[in-house]
């Protein structure tokens, strides 16, 4: 569990139900038949990257993937979802089985994500069994503009030798594994977000500055009642 701070901070009530209803929907995929099992959306993120701003960003996919389906979206969440009776290095080799069960890459990307062996692994493995980048979605997790150039700079400047692992048994065979895939194929894979990446990170400052718009005129609007002269005596 984290601890996301004000978690209601920039969240209204109708993203708040649709995170939950997510959540709730991923959590009922785990309860089923594993023949069964199937999800709109594998998500990938940082566990260190702001829960409040992860959240958010999981609102808004989930908004638009319902207004287009008329349905909320089912989502894997390994923390939710995958068989936590498994060991991490079980966990890691049955990735491939995990995604394979998802219609669709959901990349939440936060300042620290491009940093984190296993999230990047998870982002190439996606590619590596044929998955398309037509069905891969990005969403920035952040809380402004500047946080999101920063997310969109560590995508274009992304080198597999810079991401750090947090298990070193985990860590060790996702080595091995971009060793087989070669380093060169690999960084590509990944840098091939980017562009997807670039496109979210405009639409989160065009956001930004419809939020910025609207509190300025919130705080320029007189209150009812306020006519904006003296009080007499």
Not at 160 to 182: N, W
């Amino acid at each position: 569990h984290e601890d996301g701070g004000d978690a209601g901070a920039g969240v209204d009530g109708r993203r708040a139900r649709a995170a939950v209803a997510a959540a709730a929907a991923a959590a009922a995929i785990a309860a089923k038949d594993a023949d069964d099992i199937s999800a709109d959306a594998y998500v990938v993120h940082s566990f260190d990257d702001d829960a409040t701003d992860r959240t958010v960003a999981l609102c808004l996919w989930a908004e638009d993937f319902e207004a287009r389906h008329r349905r909320p979206p089912t989502v894997w969440l390994n923390q939710l979802c995958a068989d936590m009776s498994l060991t991490t290095v079980q966990l890691l080799a049955h990735l491939p089985v995990y995604q394979a069960k998802c219609h669709r890459l959901l990349v939440l990307a936060g300042p620290s994500l491009p940093e984190r062996l296993y999230a990047m692994m998870e982002a190439y493995v996606w590619f590596a069994l044929g998955g398309q980048m037509e069905d891969v979605d990005v969403q920035i997790a952040a809380s402004d503009a500047r946080s999101s150039s920063r997310i969109v700079a560590g995508f274009d400047a992304f080198h597999v030798m810079h991401a750090i692992g947090t298990q070193s048994a985990v860590s060790d065979r996702i080595v091995l594994a971009v060793e087989l895939a070669t380093v060169t194929n690999f960084n590509a894979k990944v840098r091939d977000l980017l562009p997807a990446v670039h496109r979210a990170g405009v639409l989160f400052s065009a956001r930004e500055r419809e939020r910025t718009s609207l509190r300025a005129e919130s705080r320029a609007s007189p209150r009812p009642g306020d006519s904006g002269l003296p009080e007499l005596p």
